[in-house]
């Protein structure tokens, strides 16, 4: 089937981008970005979705279902050869709000400085 983690990274993203479809009445919202990273240790895998946008709402189910797709993606392409695997712990991590502003300005920094 190729490359596991790549086949989930690519899964989590599609997912994110289709929130709005797979949950009802939840807004559909212009993603900036959406991240997955996978980090593998004992014998597991840890996923974990980030994800941006210039709404004036949060992203918190879009970076839900991506996580959690890509961790089905995985769960089924390795199924065949882990009978025992689990999915579990899936859950916000943080949850922060930026300015929808060009993000930093360093001009304020430098001023706080002096």
Known sequence: ??????????????????TAHLIPLCHALPLGEVKIDIVTSNGGAEATCGA?????????????????VALLTIYDMCKAVDKEMQIYDVRLIEKTKHPV??????RSEKSRRS
């Open 1 to 18: 089937k190729g490359n596991v983690f790549a086949t989930a990274r690519i899964a989590g993203i599609q997912a994110a981008k289709q």
């Open 52 to 68: 941006q946008t210039v709404a004036q709402t949060g992203v918190e189910m879009e970076a839900l279902v991506g996580v959690t």
């Open 101 to 106: 502003a060009a993000a930093y300005d360093r």
